[in-house]
């Protein structure tokens, strides 16, 4: 199979696999607050995963732009659901202003991405066997940066709470630590071919997130 193959069935595996996460957790209930921030965390890697998969197959080019446009606006909010549910896990309040600066600096790039998407892209072109993949614009990299500060500060939020934990949530919390860094890490892989970069983890990142 070819790397652009790979990245596509991975793609595909990823929204399957999150819509039988996010089924089995829906149907116990939504009354507790963690279910629901799982709900939304799930439900944003899904739209990603659906749309990546529809970005790098269509064969028109505007097409392939406006599935970027979607399939970006949902990373920009995977993070944030991600950090939303570790603090639910960890029982803390999301209401510091870490979080609200991360909350608002979100809702600038899904603007950025929707009213002004040449700041966020430079089009899209054929590269490493896709039909169309996304080529970064003037504010891409930004959004990468903000993406991964997301991620290492909610990482970092999620240890603290680990260390100070006992019993078999200690255990379970490092053990959740591990399993998303070692996904998180993966997903690199999903931003290499904007940059037209051809190295590991590319083509395996959507198997990470």
């Avoid at 089995?24 to 507790?32: A, C, E, H, K, P």
């Avoid at 930004?142 to 200690?170: D, E, N, P, Q, Y």
């Amino acid at each position: 199979m070819s790397p652009a193959g790979s990245y596509q069935l991975g793609a595909l595996f990823t929204a399957i696999l999150n819509f039988f996460l996010f089924w089995l957790v829906f149907t116990r209930g939504r009354s507790q607050v963690l279910i629901r921030k799982f709900i939304f965390y799930s439900s944003s890697i899904i739209f990603w995963a659906v749309f990546v998969l529809l970005a790098t197959t269509v064969r028109n080019p505007a097409a392939a732009l406006f599935f970027s446009q979607l399939c970006h606006a949902g990373a920009v909010l995977i993070p944030i659901f991600f950090l939303h549910f570790i603090y639910a896990y960890i029982g803390v309040s999301a209401n510091d202003w870490v979080v609200r600066v991360f909350n608002v600096l979100a809702g600038v790039f899904l603007g950025i991405i929707f009213c002004t998407p040449a700041l966020f892209f430079s089009g899209v072109s054929p590269k490493l066997g896709f039909p169309y993949f996304p080529n970064n614009g003037p504010l891409y990299s930004a959004w990468f940066l903000f993406f991964g500060g997301v991620v290492i500060f909610t990482h970092c939020r999620l240890l603290m709470a680990a260390f100070s934990f006992s019993g078999v949530k200690r255990k379970q919390a490092f053990f959740f630590f591990m399993a998303n860094l070692l996904g998180y890490l993966g997903g690199i892989g999903c931003f290499l071919p904007v940059y037209s970069i051809n190295v590991f983890p590319f083509p395996y990142g959507p198997y990470g997130v």
